[in-house]
């Protein structure tokens, strides 16, 4: 759970990889009754304190307090349309 400051502009979310299988990524963030909030495609993953990790960058003022969840997936052979589903990853926003 956090909270956003009032003038933040901008959410960076860092998600921790089990398995760095692919070049390219894509993450869907939606409310946890499954709208989709935002899609960002062309992620690519880096190390981070010995771990491999996707960042995703995402404006405050799509983001209200609730739960949401970032769907990501791996895109085969780099093409868009050849997703392969990953992993889920929840969080919590409170009022600012």
């Known amino acids: 759970m956090f909270a956003v400051p009032l003038r933040t502009r901008w959410i960076n979310i860092r998600l921790t990889l089990e398995n760095d299988d692919y070049k390219v990524y894509e993450a869907v963030v939606e409310t946890a009754k499954g709208s989709e ?20 960058r995402i404006s405050s003022c799509l983001i209200q307090a609730g739960d949401y969840i970032v769907k990501l997936s791996g895109i085969l052979g780099g093409n868009k349309g050849n997703e392969e589903d990953m992993e889920e990853y929840g969080f919590r926003t409170v009022n600012r």
């Open 37 to 56: 909030i935002r899609r960002i495609g062309g992620l690519k993953s880096q190390l981070s304190g010995g771990n491999k990790v996707v960042d995703l």
